[in-house]
């Protein structure tokens, strides 16, 4: 049976500014091996070209929307309730995908029956000039993790992967039978909020050791780069979601986990204030860090954080001496 008589794919493309890009994304889209899809480009009001390149395409399978502004997890869910397909894919429209990333993994999932399955990508970085000058590959060095056994072990590695929504291929049905959506005006965390309640009505997390996805991180300033003032509340939302996972899987090192996590969100806040640009003092910048510090969520994750390295002891020491100046200087230099 030909692929196009198969499964339908549901591709979701949210679009806002991004009229330099839009076209390269749209035409890997249409250069899937897997013919058999549809490709809702979901505008939110975007006030360059998108909407009009995005028109420009005759193909029968592109359908184009345009709505009014309201952020990427409201333009996801707006298209995730126009869907027709058996299966949903998540792309954002600044970045661009090899050709056999459906047939690939629509054919794991149809074969093995699963809700959902995770796959590797490429992070490149690009210069001022356009040019490519460095290229992270991230590939899964397991094949699952199954709910109840631990063996393998949910490391940070791994964990960064959950935190995406373009690295994974979703089954319609199992999102909506548990009534999952992005959170609305939710920024930064909004991908790994909708991945882990998932992933915690699953049994089993399956992975694609192969590499699909070439996420590119632009010499501009980008969603990750803006200052968010609330950047540490949205670090303790993902772990709260993250301590419900590890319950719900009974993972026996959630503390462990925990205590990573908590760390790594303390050090991405700290970059937050610092390198993002933004209008505080140097006051109002130490405030934040110490108020960081002496938060409850803090306290309560760090201690079960085990560091590997000197400067791991120290930045830890750092925190629970609520030692700001030393905490920041650690930071920094990571």
């Known amino acids: 049976m030909r692929n196009h008589d198969k499964q ?19 035409r890997s889209i249409l250069n899937q091996t897997w013919m058999n899809f549809e490709l809702l480009v979901v505008v939110d009001d975007s006030p360059d070209n998108s909407l009009q390149i995005a028109r420009s395409f005759s193909d029968p399978r592109i359908r184009v929307f345009n709505k009014p502004h309201g952020g990427l997890s409201d333009t996801r869910n707006y298209g995730l309730e126009r869907t027709r397909g058996t299966y949903v894919y998540f792309m954002d429209p600044d970045d661009w995908i090899d050709p056999g990333l459906l047939e690939d993994n629509v054919q794991m999932l149809e074969k093995e029956k699963l809700d959902f399955i995770v796959f590797g990508y490429h992070h490149e970085q690009e210069n001022e000039k356009g040019i490519i000058e460095s290229r992270r590959t991230v590939i899964p060095k397991v094949h699952f993790y199954k709910k109840g056994n631990h063996e393998d072990k949910i490391d940070g590695y791994h964990l960064e992967m959950f935190g995406y929504a373009w690295n994974k291929v979703y089954r319609k049905s199992f999102i909506d039978r548990h009534q999952f959506r992005f959170q609305k005006g939710i920024s930064l965390v909004e ?10 009505a699953s049994r089993i997390i399956r992975f694609n050791s192969r590499c699909y996805y070439h996420y590119v991180n632009r010499h501009r300033d980008s969603l990750i780069k803006k200052f968010r003032s609330n950047s540490f509340d949205l670090i303790k939302m993902k772990t709260v979601v993250l301590e419900q996972f590890a319950n719900a899987w009974e993972l026996p090192y959630k503390e462990e986990l925990l205590g990573e996590s908590i760390v790594r969100g303390i050090n991405y806040c700290i970059y937050n204030i610092y390198l993002c640009k933004n209008s505080l003092s140097a006051g109002q910048r130490e405030e934040l860090v110490n108020s960081i510090v002496h938060d409850d969520r803090t306290s309560d994750l760090i201690r079960y954080y085990r560091p590997r390295r000197l400067k791991d002891r120290l930045y830890k020491e750092s925190i629970q001496l609520k030692m700001v100046d030393t905490l920041t200087r650690l930071a920094l230099d990571s």
Do not use: A, G, R
């Open 191 to 200: 991908d790994f909020l909708f991945n882990l309640p998932l992933f915690t």
């Open 8 to 26: 339908m794919v549901s591709i979701i493309l949210p679009t806002y500014k991004v009229e330099k890009y839009l076209e390269k994304s749209i």
